[in-house]
């Protein structure tokens, strides 16, 4: 089915420039190349090109409602092959036709398109509408079957084709002027788990979530947004040492601005991995192996003593369950000029981190923790731009982890050109200089051309 949608769209691109109003084509080129030198690693050269393609057809046959957007992205390593799944890859990541209605704010869509609404993050290859109701209420809901991406270095996911084979979904919100929005979703992922059919797979992916979210203005000066997410799956009986919970996600953050200087924002994120896969609603990305309770805590200081410069500091607490915790705090100057288009702007943070286990004699009990300082600088000049960025870290127990080979400190500075040589076309590039504890010192290239062109038809602009 989802094959057959894909076809149908883009045989529909062929014929697009003779009959919609407006067409837009975009394509972005990025050319990389660096070397692998490094030992207990087979010497090798990558030079992978990569195509981003984006096509925009409005006004198709006439109507100015009815619209087809397609995106994706091809590779090509030029020398050795820079990922296992060879020197030839890609993929697409959206393409669908949409008709946006006159009234209520209607709309339907079909094809391969990405569902963010709500608590839900999702690629679908299928349908969705939406539109507003009386009251302030709005409703939408999805249906299809999800898009996969392969990681074929995580042999566990061979199951995860087999139990995703439909993901569906709806939406019911309220809005008001004077308070914002709240919402309810429901999503289902899969239709039956593979446990049911025979011996339980490594991992379930199957998903049964309902959601609240919200974003509240209680006041002028007061803005708060989050969500939660409860896990109301069937599973297996979980694994020993882990949390049984279904709340599978809380994530909130509220901003107050104090004065016209000053602003004052908290946030609060707690995840059960069993129930939410690793903090994501894109299974197939990562590995889901995950087991416990992740929890942060941050808050952050905005000043701005004068027009143009800016105190940030920050601090955020992370808890991992059995792995451990760690504080990471520190703060930001900062400097703008928006008429002169110029930015630069330095900080200092510290991490203070858990100690990672003993693996025996050869590999004792070692600290994470480490110093980072950064320092960065952008500037636009016309059809010219130009940017510096630079990190460094220093790390305490270089002397015992054994995945700093000795080395204390980290480096990394990336320079950037870029030139606009017309309106439509843009070249750019990077180089980045390391010198890493596995690495070593290594530079890499980049150079990426951006180019984009309309075309009208009858009727057109």
Request: with cysteine.
């Amino acid at each position: 089915m989802k094959h057959r949608i894909h076809l149908a769209l883009l045989a529909t691109l062929v014929t697009v420039p003779g009959w919609a109003q407006d067409l837009s084509v975009s394509t972005t080129t990025i050319a990389q190349r660096w070397t692998q030198d490094t030992n207990g690693f087979d010497k090798a050269t990558y030079t992978p090109v990569t195509e981003f393609v984006g096509v925009d057809a409005n006004g198709l046959a006439g109507n100015d409602a009815l619209s087809v957007h397609v995106y994706g992205w091809g590779l090509r390593d030029l020398s050795d092959a820079s990922s296992v799944a060879g020197r030839t890859n890609g993929d697409l990541t959206y393409a669908y036709m949409q008709y946006h209605f006159d009234q209520a704010n209607a709309e339907i869509k079909g094809g391969r398109f990405t569902v963010n609404d709500g608590v839900r993050n999702e690629q679908v290859d299928g349908v969705e509408g939406r539109t507003d109701l009386r009251y302030g209420f709005s409703v939408s809901a999805f249906g299809g079957t999800p898009v996969l991406f392969k990681n074929l270095s995580n042999n566990p996911q061979a199951d995860n084709s087999f139990q995703h084979d439909m993901i569906a979904g709806g939406r019911l919100g309220w809005h008001t002027a004077k308070l914002g929005e709240i919402g309810v979703s429901y999503l289902m992922d899969g239709s039956q788990a593979a446990y049911q059919y025979g011996p339980a797979m490594p991992v379930d992916y199957t998903r049964r979530e309902v959601g609240t979210d919200l974003r509240l203005t209680p006041c002028s000066f007061i803005t708060v947004t989050g969500r939660t997410v409860f896990d109301v799956a069937a599973h297996p009986q979980p694994a020993a040492g882990t949390d049984p919970s279904r709340i599978a996600e809380h994530d909130y953050k509220a901003t107050a601005k104090l004065t016209e200087t000053i602003s004052l924002t908290g946030s609060f994120t707690e995840r059960n991995y069993y129930a939410y896969y690793a903090g994501t609603t894109l299974p197939s990305l990562f590995n889901q192996n995950e087991q416990g309770m992740f929890k942060a805590t941050g808050g952050s200081l905005v000043w701005g003593p004068a027009a143009k410069w800016q105190v940030v500091a920050d601090v955020r607490r992370t808890e991992r369950g059995i792995e451990g915790n760690s504080t990471r705090a520190g703060a930001d100057l900062r400097y703008t000029d928006a008429e002169k288009h110029f930015l630069a702007g330095g900080g200092y943070h510290r991490v203070n981190a858990f100690e990672a286990a003993s693996l025996g004699f050869l590999t004792p009990a070692y600290g994470l923790s480490h110093d980072e300082m950064r320092a960065w600088v952008m500037t636009q000049h016309g059809a010219c731009s130009a940017s510096l960025d630079a990190i460094r870290m220093f790390y305490a127990d270089s002397g015992k982890n054994p995945n700093l080979n000795g080395q204390a400190t980290e480096t990394a500075v990336v320079g950037s050109l870029g030139y606009q040589a017309k309106s439509n076309l843009k070249l750019s590039g990077d180089l980045t200089v390391e010198d890493t504890p596995l690495y070593r010192k290594q530079t890499t290239g980049l150079v990426r051309v951006e180019y984009q062109f309309a075309l009208a038809g009858k009727g057109g602009k």
